[in-house]
């Protein structure tokens, strides 16, 4: 049968169309087969103080990594040679850096220079460059003023886990009976009260705070409302309620200064007081310390190789790892300090009736210690060596067994009636930090400059005279620093030390 043109021009398009559909059906079925593009990708990069003990003492996270350069501020004391990295990627994706495998929170990389992380998935891969840059310098902020109350004295601790602060306070009343004991925290932004009152009545001037390693909070204070009256009572704080340790006072005693700490032996506290009462079995003035078993307390121990008669004052006390240290001003002629470690149920002299050389006394109205991870113990006491009484801090270096002086004596004379009364406290980073009232009454804050070896530049917080004679600083876990004291009005007043907002 013969086709004219028109019928073969017809057939030809029809063929064209058929060709056409085979191709793109034969396309389809082929581009059906080939797999999705692989996209290995770093989600998440951050620096954990879990994995760089003793170098980070908080987290550093980027929690979503946006494009392939990733920048992390850390603080400039942190050395960034021997870092370790957590990271997350995509499914199915390994992760080198030069060649080498990384394991998230486990490989350590040197960052002092850019590090490139590379991402691979089958045949692809992707490059990170984390750059690690110095974080802005910490500065004091004003956070925060009670003014529910106004307050005669104060301690302030830092909770080992939220590290929030925590006041033990007595108020400030004409009427002596109502300088009843509370305690306040201050946590995000706002003050909470722990309760009512802890007494019926007065407590004395010398308190004591401490937390457990589980976060418990134990107080102590002299109670006028106790047979015979000052004698010391321990409460403490199980999140909702108070209750009197050992259900009565720690032994029926007029007491005078106060520390506490607690037992590494048990989570409990050790009491240290010093006696001022002449009807107790026990001389008056001798320091005595006693310590809680869970239901009782042991009672009248003494610390080796101090006499009863040596008369002790302002007594400061810290548990560090397995050893709890205790430091006396000596009320003397002429007035010293000694330092004491308690460890493994023996007490050991760290140095006995010290003095700097060239003076005649250290200044009765503070004094105070403060010890680092590494059991280096700092003490901070005002000697008349230079002629008049001023503070300078000296440090212990436990692994040496030697004592030196941290930088410069403090420029303060603590003769004149403002300028008495200081703090000194170690961040986690080992940065000693020194807080006083200046030659005006000013709170002031001064810090060790490890490059220079000597105090910075004096930090005034408040261009206005403190009241009273407390003041207290301590730092958290993290390095969060908070320095507290009595402004004018006798309300608590808190500075925080951290990166700048």
């Known amino acids: 049968m013969k ?3 028109k019928q073969l021009n017809k057939l030809a398009y029809y063929l064209m169309i058929a060709v056409a559909a085979i191709a793109i059906g034969s396309c389809s079925k082929k581009g059906d087969d080939i797999p999705d ?3 290995p990708k770093m989600l998440s990069f951050g620096f954990y103080a879990e994995d760089n003990e003793d170098n980070l003492f908080r987290d550093y996270i980027v929690s979503s990594v946006s494009g392939n350069a990733i920048q992390i501020e850390l603080p400039k004391e942190v050395d960034r040679t021997n870092l370790v990295a957590r990271f997350t990627t995509t499914d199915n994706t390994t992760v080198t850096v030069s060649g080498i495998p990384q394991q998230s929170g486990v490989t350590k990389n040197d960052f002092s220079t850019p590090v490139d992380y590379i991402t691979t998935e089958g045949k692809t891969n992707a490059r990170y460059t984390v750059t690690v840059v110095n974080a802005a310098d910490y500065v004091w902020t004003r956070v925060g003023a009670y003014t529910e109350h106004a307050v005669l004295d104060f301690k302030m601790a830092i909770h080992p886990t939220s590290h929030v602060p925590y006041f033990l306070y007595s108020l400030s009343n004409s009427d002596t009976d109502l300088r009843k004991a509370h305690v306040i925290k201050y946590e995000n932004s706002s003050w909470t009260a722990l309760g009512g009152a802890l007494s019926s009545g007065r407590v004395a001037t010398e308190l004591a705070m401490v937390f457990n390693d589980e976060g418990k909070l134990f107080v102590s204070f002299p109670d006028y409302a106790t047979s015979p009256s000052q004698a010391p009572i321990v409460q403490s ?4 309620s108070w209750s009197v340790v050992g259900g009565g006072s720690v032994f029926s005693a007029a007491v005078s200064y106060t520390a506490m700490a607690i037992n590494p032996t048990n989570n409990y506290p050790i009491l240290f007081n010093q006696i001022n009462d002449r009807n107790y079995t026990v001389p008056r003035r001798a320091t005595v310390y ?3 078993n869970g239901s009782t307390w042991n009672i009248d121990n ?3 190789g101090r006499e009863d008669g040596l008369i002790g004052g302002i007594m400061k006390a810290k548990t560090v790892g397995d050893a709890t240290y205790l430091a006396i001003y000596n009320a003397t002629n002429p007035s010293n300090y000694s330092v004491y470690k308690f460890q493994s149920g023996l007490w050991t002299t760290i140095v006995d009736q010290t003095i700097e050389e060239g ?6 109205r503070d004094f105070d210690m403060d010890v680092d991870q590494d059991g280096n113990i700092y003490i901070a006491a005002g000697d008349n060596a230079s002629g008049s009484y001023k503070p300078r801090v000296k440090k212990y270096n436990a692994e040496t067994q030697t004592w030196s002086q941290v930088g410069s004596i403090i420029q303060v004379d603590q003769s004149l009636v403002n300028s008495r009364y200081y703090n000194v406290a ?3 980073n080992g940065a000693v930090h020194i ?7 000013f709170p002031t804050v001064q810090t060790f400059d490890s490059e220079t070896q000597d105090w910075k530049e004096p930090v005034v917080l408040e261009s206005a005279v403190s009241a009273g004679a407390f003041i207290s600083l301590d730092f958290a876990s993290d390095g969060t620093g908070y320095a507290s004291y009595l402004n004018g009005a006798n309300n608590i007043v808190v500075y925080k030390y951290d990166t700048p907002n």
């Not at 704080?237 to 909702?240: E, T, V």
């Not at 003076?359 to 009765?364: L, Q, R």
């Open 290 to 292: 006693s310590h809680f």
């Open 37 to 39: 593009k692989a996209d």
């Open 237 to 240: 704080y199980d999140g909702n």
């Open 3 to 5: 086709m004219n043109m």
């Open 426 to 428: 170690v961040a986690p």
């Open 435 to 441: 807080f006083y009232r200046d030659e005006q009454g």
């Open 302 to 304: 003494r610390i080796t």
């Open 359 to 364: 003076a005649t006394g250290i200044y009765v």
